[in-house]
């Protein structure tokens, strides 16, 4: 994915649009989809929303690791190699 610099005007319900080419890369297009808020200092960092681990897309028992899921038998799985 390209790196893109869009401006954006936030409403007066605190609402902004996310451009459909970054919604179309990222599969952000049903009306389920989920985007994660976090808030880091000065700014504000949105991310597809994951529920499950990257690797099983397993549900249980998960960590966060540099901002992805992992279950711990995944992880367990890592250190075994």
Known sequence: ?????????????GRIVLP????????LMGEDSKVEIIAKGNEI??????????FCHGKENLTDFNGQKICRKCVEGISKV
């Open 1 to 13: 994915m390209k790196h893109v610099g869009i401006v954006r005007s936030i409403d007066t319900a």
């Open 45 to 54: 960092l949105l991310r597809k929303y994951a529920d499950s681990c990257i």
């Open 20 to 27: 459909i080419e970054i919604r179309k890369e990222l599969d």
